[in-house]
């Protein structure tokens, strides 16, 4: 793998990672505005960015373990 595509994950993690930061902010405000009430729709794009995060760590593994 090129270090410049592994750059590009990096910041693509990095993104996501972010990304679920605010999720997690969105859906904390918004059980507090609905006195308690889950938004299932925020829930899963948190996990999803999540999954996706973990990902591509694996990959950058996958990129180190073969750089040696």
């Known amino acids: 793998m090129d270090s410049l595509v592994a750059v590009a994950i990096h910041d693509a993690k990095n993104s996501l990672n972010a ?5 997690a902010q969105a859906r904390e405000e918004f059980a507090t505005q609905t006195g308690g009430a889950q938004s299932p729709a925020l829930h899963q794009a948190e996990a999803l960015a999540d999954r996706l995060s973990s990902q591509l760590v694996e990959l950058l ?8």
């Open 19 to 23: 990304l679920g930061v605010w999720l």
């Open 61 to 68: 593994a996958l990129y180190r373990a073969g750089e040696g």
